[in-house]
């Protein structure tokens, strides 16, 4: 499957963010301070895992003469478009009756994979997360500050700088070449009927290759032969970043773990191509906003053979 390596036609949902995140002016706190009272600034507004939206469900842009009606924490810099506007997301200390918020998977149910908001929208979702997670210094538990427009956090007790951190996760279809099938499965959180493309946290030491085969051999007992990268995907959940692959597997026989999955199964590449066209009663893939479903559709798009 050659065009394996040419996923240009895939669209990924929460990329494609146009921001210039400008980060060799981050240390500057004169320019932080001069682009904060920039009366042309655009700002995000969160409440816990929820975006501020119009009422025609696209993100709300508030301005800085907003975000002095509310309460809020310390807006986290995102980027610079290219009219030098910059750009910035908060959360609310309080919930607001008044505004009107929705969940980001919501929002990306009903857009188009690419949208350049949704993907700001994700950026800031991820950093103010993390700076809720990280208010404390992790070596010696003193309270830190934001720094750099919100890319470090700065213990004052012990001098210690915290950074930002995406957490990798391998997510893959098991590819069988003798068979043209593809192995998916359905973990326990997902509904009656639902499979998917299946995934697991890089560790320590391991490469993208190495954590692929280690994920497909201790959930559905497969031997990995070679794995092909494919796409990314950042996941703002909090936020990780969803490292799409297509492992070549040796053998078919299964050996589940089901303390990680309900089932496992293969597919044919006639029976996943029905399953994508609603044909296939009770049988479902991930929606489009997931690199699972990207996945699925660049398989059932490539040769069969690689």
């Given at each position: 499957?050659?065009?394996?390596?040419?996923?240009?036609?895939i669209?990924?949902?929460?990329?494609?963010?146009?921001?210039?995140?400008?980060?060799?002016?981050?240390?500057?706190s004169?320019?932080?301070?001069?682009?904060?009272?920039?009366?042309?600034?655009?700002?995000?507004?969160?409440?816990?895992?929820?975006?501020?939206?119009?009422?025609?469900?696209?993100?709300?842009?508030?301005?800085?003469?907003?975000?002095?009606?509310?309460?809020?924490?310390?807006?986290?810099?995102?980027g610079?478009?290219?009219?030098?506007t910059?750009?910035?997301?908060?959360?609310?200390?309080?919930?607001?009756?008044?505004?009107?918020?929705?969940?980001?998977?919501?929002?990306?149910?009903?857009?188009?994979?690419?949208?350049?908001?949704?993907?700001?929208?994700?950026?800031?979702?991820?950093?103010?997360?993390?700076?809720?997670?990280?208010?404390?210094?992790?070596?010696?538990?003193?309270?830190?500050?934001?720094?750099?427009?919100?890319?470090?956090?700065?213990?004052?007790a012990?001098?210690?700088?915290?950074?930002?951190?995406?957490?990798?996760?391998?997510?893959?279809?098991?590819?069988?070449?003798e068979?043209?099938s593809?192995?998916?499965?359905?973990?326990?959180?997902?509904f009656?009927?639902?499979?998917?493309?299946?995934?697991?946290?890089?560790?320590?030491?391991?490469?993208?290759?190495e954590?692929?085969?280690?994920?497909?051999?201790?959930?559905?007992?497969?031997?990995?032969?070679?794995?092909?990268?494919?796409?990314?995907?950042?996941?703002?959940?909090?936020?990780t970043?969803?490292?799409?692959?297509?492992?070549?597997?040796e053998?078919?026989?299964?050996?589940?773990?089901?303390?990680?999955?309900?089932?496992?199964?293969?597919?044919?590449?006639?029976?996943?191509?029905?399953i994508?066209?609603?044909k296939k009663?009770?049988?479902?893939?991930?929606?489009?906003?997931?690199?699972?479903?990207?996945?699925?559709?660049?398989w059932?798009s490539s040769?069969?053979?690689?």
């Amino acid at each position: 499957m050659s065009d394996l390596l040419n996923a240009n036609q895939i669209h990924i949902m929460f990329a494609g963010n146009p921001l210039n995140r400008m980060d060799n002016y981050r240390p500057d706190s004169q320019l932080d301070e001069k682009w904060r009272s920039h009366p042309d600034s655009k700002i995000i507004l969160t409440w816990r895992d929820k975006v501020a939206i119009t009422s025609d469900y696209k993100i709300k842009w508030h301005s800085k003469a907003d975000l002095q009606t509310y309460e809020h924490e310390q807006a986290v810099f995102l980027g610079m478009d290219q009219n030098d506007t910059p750009y910035y997301a908060t959360a609310l200390v309080e919930e607001n009756d008044a505004i009107k918020f929705k969940d980001l998977r919501s929002l990306a149910f009903n857009a188009t994979a690419g949208d350049e908001e949704l993907a700001m929208a994700a950026q800031g979702k991820s950093m103010l997360d993390w700076h809720r997670s990280h208010a404390y210094c992790g070596k010696c538990g003193e309270q830190s500050t934001m720094r750099k427009m919100g890319y470090e956090r700065k213990c004052s007790a012990c001098d210690s700088s915290h950074f930002p951190r995406t957490d990798p996760v391998v997510i893959m279809l098991g590819v069988h070449l003798e068979t043209d099938s593809i192995l998916v499965g359905r973990p326990h959180n997902l509904f009656e009927g639902v499979y998917t493309a299946l995934a697991g946290f890089m560790e320590p030491g391991e490469s993208i290759e190495e954590a692929t085969a280690r994920e497909l051999h201790e959930e559905a007992g497969v031997k990995v032969t070679k794995v092909h990268y494919v796409a990314s995907q950042p996941w703002p959940y909090p936020s990780t970043l969803m490292i799409g692959c297509i492992a070549e597997i040796e053998s078919k026989d299964l050996e589940i773990d089901h303390e990680e999955l309900d089932d496992a199964r293969w597919f044919s590449r006639k029976e996943a191509q029905e399953i994508m066209d609603g044909k296939k009663e009770n049988l479902m893939f991930p929606p489009p906003l997931a690199i699972a479903r990207q996945l699925l559709e660049f398989w059932l798009s490539s040769k069969s053979s690689i």
